[in-house]
């Protein structure tokens, strides 16, 4: 007989579970996967410090996955999915905020993604280039682990999850709006 967590679930599903939340992760460099979502999930699925490891892990795996990519096929890439204005604002923000700017842009849709396929078109050093984004996943995948381990003790979990999703959505679409303004 296999063995239950209280919840019911068994370690195989819970194995599967953790698996899927990784590899949704993961492929997020390339996919529009909403990672807020997930790593509320994995907060749910695994508890506060749990959710967080495993939530961890896949943003790390996203990271390389478009570190490498964007290193590998680098002006190809950026061509075929940016506009020139985003090069230019993501060229001035790194020109002002350096490592900082993967730290700022690792909670926001989009942003996230763009800065790590920025950085390895920009041939930024890996020992420049991990530290910043293995201390910024840490912090989203603590927040956000413990937002769904939270959330689902209290009964609101969904509220959780539309919470995740639209807070960053609307960080983004005023940041827009401002590079708007400011041309």
């Excluded at 410090?49 to 896949?58: F, I, K, N």
Aim: proline share 4%.
């Amino acid at each position: 007989m296999e063995s239950q967590f209280s919840d019911g679930t068994t370690i195989e599903n819970r194995w599967w579970t953790g698996l899927a939340i990784i590899a949704g992760l993961t492929v997020d460099i390339l996919l529009p996967v909403p990672s807020s979502v997930l790593l509320v999930f994995a907060g749910r699925a695994f508890g506060g410090w749990g959710g967080a490891a495993v939530g961890w892990l896949g943003l790390n795996l996203s990271a390389a996955v478009g570190f490498w990519i964007s290193r590998r096929f680098g002006q190809r890439i950026v061509e075929r999915f940016s506009s020139r204005a985003d090069v230019e604002d993501f060229e001035l923000l790194d020109a002002k905020a350096g490592w900082w700017a993967l730290v700022a842009c690792r909670p926001l849709p989009i942003l996230a993604e763009a800065s790590v396929i920025f950085a390895g078109l920009s041939d930024m050093r890996a020992s420049r280039f991990w530290p910043p984004i293995l201390f910024a996943n840490g912090i989203i995948a603590i927040l956000y682990g413990m937002l769904g381990d939270y959330a689902a003790r209290q009964q609101w979990f969904v509220t959780a999850v539309v919470v995740s999703m639209v807070l960053p959505a609307l960080f983004i679409v005023a940041w827009r709006w401002k590079q708007r303004v400011r041309r």
